[in-house]
């Protein structure tokens, strides 16, 4: 019954912007921080960004720090991650997860509860 669903990944040239959307179902978002996670071919799953629960406290690792912004509205059940200056090394499946309140060391995934499918994100030179 409790599900996360990401959507909004596509294929984008270099420079490019994507919105991805994290939505949950059968269980409302307001007491969960919520991680967004991506994971390329060959590669581990990497932590990327968090936001609190409550919305007033955000974490980026450096390397999407200053081009991808994560948001949310929890009346509509939804986390935002906005995608600009896209990179081909951001090329990946992304995944949104959940958590308690807080982001704590939110890079680690053992940290999430619940894990959404994944959306792909595919940036061309």
């Known amino acids: 019954q409790s599900r996360l669903v990401e959507s909004g990944g596509g294929s984008v040239q270099s420079g490019g912007s994507l919105r991805l959307a994290c939505a949950a179902s059968?269980?409302?978002?307001?007491?969960?921080?919520i991680g967004w996670f991506r994971q390329a071919p060959g590669k581990e799953r990497e932590g990327i960004s968090c936001?609190?629960?409550?919305?007033?406290?955000?974490r980026y690792v450096d390397s999407v720090k200053g081009r991808f912004t994560i948001s949310r509205d929890n009346t509509r059940n939804t986390v935002w991650l906005q995608m600009d200056g896209l990179k081909p090394e951001d090329t990946a499946v992304y995944y949104c997860?959940?958590?308690?309140?807080?982001?704590?060391?939110?890079?680690?995934?053992?940290?999430?509860?619940?894990w959404g499918q994944g959306t792909q994100v595919t940036v061309s030179s």
């Open positions: 059968g269980f409302s978002l307001d007491d969960y921080a």
């Open positions: 936001i609190t629960s409550s919305g007033r406290s955000t």
């Open positions: 997860a959940s958590r308690n309140q807080y982001c704590g060391e939110f890079v680690y995934a053992d940290e999430y509860d619940l």
